[in-house]
């Protein structure tokens, strides 16, 4: 008579110690420990963010005063100043190059999205502003140089506004392009089915619907661009005088109070970085203590359209 | 009165314009094409003024597809091709010399999913009085397409509201409303109450007569009891497997009395007893 | 079509017929109208508009290029190749080379890219993971307090706060980082260094003082730039891995770094390697941090406390006081940068196209 084969037990019983938790296990101590580095590098880099913050508050917040706002900027261990035309000059810096760079970001985006999608150009653009993305900045700096610097003969606030355009650009017509996909399909149908234009679907619903988020990119494209110097040591350099003394917020009101080199907070702060007298050194705190804040605002605001949009 | 704006082409839709036997679409399809995909084949029907006309037929047989003909809305389809003539009004609407835009100008449509604009309640109902350049009073225009569509009463006090806070019966009288502000001479309506809660449903469905009143309108429904109760005329569509593809076609056509309680071909009569749908 | 259809088509288009154009435009007003000439026309317009602005963009690339090459062009003849290899930039004998310049962009960059990546990796895996918050959750589950509503809420909220802030390292702009660097890094860094080069100078890389700008600084700075491109983009690929593989992962039993270390980096190397060849794109195009810390010294040296310089703190440093024959040097240098940035970024966004790709396959 043949016997059953021998059945060897698949399951041995499981040796419920070993379902434990424990930090003596090697696996879960390794586990434990890379956790507990990647937590300390995560907190070890937001050290150099508040070191940052602390320092302008300590340094910045003591020179900050009405006077250091609105006067110009010191000689050499010269009592007072200020950085007023700097703020006003990247004010003004600014302004030009988001009146160049927000219409063409958002016309190209408009293009790629509604007009031309899925077209050979449109893969094209959107990988061209991918590029300029990561141009260098003092490279957009050489480029307006060569433009404008050299075509006019003179270093100048639209000088500097050509090239912070340029950054100014790929950031504009990227998040342009995200705004204008999410309007729903079927808002885009509606009015089309109305008998709008694709001139008019786009204007009239598209856009409209869509404007917090292409804010959102103006925003956060302004506040990169309000902190650049390096672009503007190639085009507007600076100026130890107010662009128009005639003007009561010493804006520029003519042409030639435009086309000579302007301050700017940014490269005000570079200059004075090396200087080897205090006054001057404590300028540039305050200065970075101004740009920061501006940075910081234009980004929040940013932030928060960016929230809103998403209902 | 004067003359009517003439399109970019030099033609223009008068006012409801009608041929003798009260028809405002008269629609041929021959043949429509997406691409390779044979949609849709031999569709012969008309819309007449006053009328309500219904597409009734199993899910694939191109109903939506032959509504959306009718307003050029298929052009938006990449690959879409037409061998056919739908006439509107004495023209051929798929003439090369006829500009779509101002197709979609006289034939308004309501759509499955409510769709307003991400506006108020008021600039949703005044945009097609906007686009079209209305110089009467848009207010009033406003108040009386939102009582047609039955919707004025629950917002007359938050006309400045977001139209999107609305729920979804009321969205979709709001794109009714939307779409009867411009007193279009065929309003067209895909499913329009497939989306909605049954109260909704009737609500719409009570409006429709009431709109018939006034518009005229082809409505594309898989509900057979909604198509019963509303449609003077309907329009029955099946699916051609036979080529090894599905192609939509048209089975029967007539007074929805006679397709409904006297149907003469047998796809019809197993759809009406409900064998498929 | 019937014969009688036919005969009304034909009925309809005869001349005199209803669809005549002098029949239809006589008929009365109402609402709906079509486009107008001027609509019409503007919407022409506008498309166009759109079209030729979406070809200046991709136009502006070759124009950037093409200007920064014209501008380097005399210098390209005068200088020639030897521009790339000779070490000596002085003004006054019109001795241009940038080999130093070179060699301290690739030696600062890579320095800083591998700290920033080291660092921004593992914030892309503690963010992604959600530690923090699964932290917070077990130490409310453990104070007892998971049922509150408003304790409940904190760890995601705080979760968030941390994306955040980390995100904010990018908003700092560069010259702040700069004079930050001047008065904070380096006088903390300088006591260590200094003895390291005391005690261990015999290694290249401790070789030289610090005494004030130099390698070290400039890289630790740049990592801190670099970190936030790098640890977003990573996030983002480690995100962007399927629920399903997750699901395997942990059905097998597999501890979080497990899953972590073997299948969740190695699924997102692509993107992860994407971010850090852009993150290497934006250290070798940093300037303003690297013209404020690095020294702006031409030397050429192993050593992390030496001085050096680099291509953008070239440019920087030297044209704002330049006469016609530097600046035409200087286009030279501009071209030599635009040339490494351009490549690698275009390979750093191809490489994240093909990721994204990838994972498409994967869903």
């Not at chain 1, 050499?76 to 004010?91: E, L, S």
């Not at chain 1, 619903?205 to 494209?221: D, E, F, K, Q, R």
């Not at chain 2, 009463?153 to 794109?175: F, M, P």
């Amino acid at each position: 008579m043949e016997r059953p084969p021998n059945r060897t037990a698949v399951t041995s019983e499981v040796d419920l110690e070993s379902l434990e938790r424990s930090l003596r296990r090697p696996r879960t101590l390794l586990s434990f420990t890379l956790s507990a580095l990647t937590g300390l590098a995560t907190f070890a880099a937001l050290f150099p963010l508040f070191s940052v913050l602390y320092m302008l508050a300590k340094q910045g917040l003591a020179g900050l005063s009405l006077a250091t706002l609105s006067e110009l900027p010191p000689a050499a261990m010269a009592p007072g100043g200020g950085i007023g035309n700097a703020i006003v000059g990247t004010f003004v810096v600014v302004a030009i190059a988001s009146v160049i760079s927000v219409p063409l970001g958002i016309l190209a985006a408009i293009y790629i999205v509604e007009f031309g999608p899925e077209t050979r150009i449109a893969a094209a653009v959107r990988f061209a502003a991918k590029v300029l993305t990561g141009l260098p900045s003092i490279l957009a700096g050489v480029f307006a140089f060569a433009v404008v610097v050299a075509t006019t003969g003179e270093f100048s606030a639209p000088a500097g506004g050509v090239a912070l355009a340029l950054l100014m650009v790929p950031t504009v017509l990227l998040t342009a392009e995200e705004a204008i996909k999410r309007v729903p399909a079927r808002m885009r149908e509606a009015a089309i089915g109305m008998g709008a234009t694709p001139t008019q679907v786009v204007t009239q619903v598209i856009v409209p619907t869509g404007a917090p988020a292409i804010l959102t990119g103006v925003m956060l494209a302004v506040a990169r661009a309000a902190g650049e110097t390096a672009p503007l040591l190639f085009t507007a350099l600076f100026s130890n005088y107010w662009m128009s003394t005639t003007h009561p917020l010493f804006l520029p009101k003519t042409m030639s109070d435009l086309m000579r080199p302007t301050a700017s907070l940014a490269v005000l702060i570079y200059n004075f970085s090396g200087s080897p007298f205090d006054n001057q050194i404590a300028l540039a705190w305050t200065a970075a203590l101004v740009l920061v804040v501006i940075v910081l605002v234009f980004n929040v605001i940013g932030q928060s359209l960016a929230g809103r949009s998403s209902d | 009165m004067g003359p009517s704006p003439a399109t970019a082409n030099g033609h223009a839709f008068g006012a409801h314009e009608q041929m003798p036997d009260g028809t405002l679409i008269d629609c041929n399809i021959n043949e429509l094409h997406y691409g390779r995909f044979k949609a849709v084949r031999d569709v012969s029907l008309k819309v007449r003024k006053g009328t309500i006309t219904a597409f009734i037929g199993p899910s694939g047989c191109g109903k939506s597809t032959v509504l959306r003909c009718l307003n050029r809305m298929n052009d938006l389809v990449r690959g879409f091709r037409l061998r056919g003539h739908v006439i509107f009004r004495g023209q051929d609407i798929y003439a090369s010399k006829i500009d779509p835009v101002a197709v979609r100008r006289h034939i308004g449509m309501v759509f499955q999913q409510p769709n307003p604009f991400a506006m108020s309640i008021f600039r949703n109902v005044a945009f097609g009085l906007r686009l079209n350049r209305y110089k009467g009073s848009t207010q009033e225009k406003v108040e009386s397409a939102l009582k047609q569509a039955a919707l004025w009463d629950e917002v007359k006090d938050k006309l400045r509201s977001s139209a999107l806070a609305l729920s979804g019966g009321q969205q979709q009288r709001l794109c009714i409303a939307r779409a009867v502000a411009t007193e279009p001479a065929v309003l067209l309506m895909d499913e329009p109450c497939s989306a909605l809660d049954p109260i909704a449903t009737r609500r719409i469905e009570e409006l429709m007569l009431e709109l018939k009143k006034k518009y005229t309108i082809a409505i594309v429904t898989h509900n057979l009891q909604q198509a019963k109760r509303l449609a003077d005329t309907t329009a029955f569509l099946y699916v051609d497997t036979s080529a090894g593809g599905r192609t939509g076609y048209m089975v029967e056509y007539g007074p929805t009395n006679e397709i409904f309680d006297n149907p003469r071909e047998e796809h019809t009569k197993q759809y009406i007893r409900g064998e498929f749908s | 079509m019937t014969p009688a259809r036919a005969e009304a088509v034909r009925e309809i288009f005869r001349p005199g017929g209803p669809a005549d154009e002098r029949t239809l435009l006589s008929t009365g007003s109402d609402i709906s109208q079509a486009p107008s000439a001027g609509e019409v026309a503007a919407d022409r317009f506008f498309r166009a508009a759109t079209m030729a602005v979406a070809w200046f963009t991709v136009f502006l690339v070759f124009w950037v290029v093409l200007s920064i090459g014209r501008q380097a062009l005399p210098s390209l003849r005068t200088y020639g190749v030897a521009f790339l290899t000779d070490t000596v930039w002085d003004a006054n004998r019109n001795a241009f080379g940038i080999l130093p310049a070179i060699v301290g962009t690739l030696y600062s960059s890579i320095l800083g890219l591998v700290i920033g990546t080291i660092f921004g990796l593992a914030i892309a895996i503690f963010l992604s993971e959600k530690f923090l918050a699964t932290g917070l959750d077990a130490c409310l589950a453990f104070l007892g307090l998971a049922d509150n509503a408003w304790f409940a809420s904190l760890p995601s909220r705080l979760e968030n706060l941390l994306r955040i802030t980390i995100e904010l390292l990018a908003a700092i702009p560069s010259v702040v980082y700069g004079l930050w660097g001047i008065f904070i890094v380096i006088p903390i860094i300088r006591p260590p260094a200094n003895w390291l080069h005391a005690h261990l100078g015999w290694i290249p890389f401790f070789g030289t003082s610090l005494s004030g700008p130099g390698l070290l600084p400039a890289s630790i700075v740049l990592a801190i730039m670099v970190l936030p491109t790098i640890s977003a983009i990573s996030r983002d690929a480690l995100v962007a891995v399927p629920p399903k593989l997750r699901e395997a992962a942990f059905g097998m039993g597999a501890t979080r770094w497990e899953a972590i270390l073997a299948i969740f980096l190695p699924t997102a190397a692509t993107g992860i390697f994407g971010a850090v060849i852009l993150g290497f794109g934006r250290a070798l195009g940093e300037t303003m941090a690297l013209a404020m810390l690095a020294g702006n010294a031409n030397v050429i040296s192993w050593s992390l406390f030496s001085p050096a310089n680099t291509l953008a703190a070239l440019l920087a440093n030297h044209f704002p006081e330049a006469g016609k024959p530097e600046v035409a040097a200087l286009m030279y240098a501009a071209l030599v940068l635009l040339a490494i940035t351009l490549i690698v970024n275009i390979v750093g966004t191809l490489i994240l196209q093909r990721a994204e790709a990838g994972l498409k396959g994967l869903r």
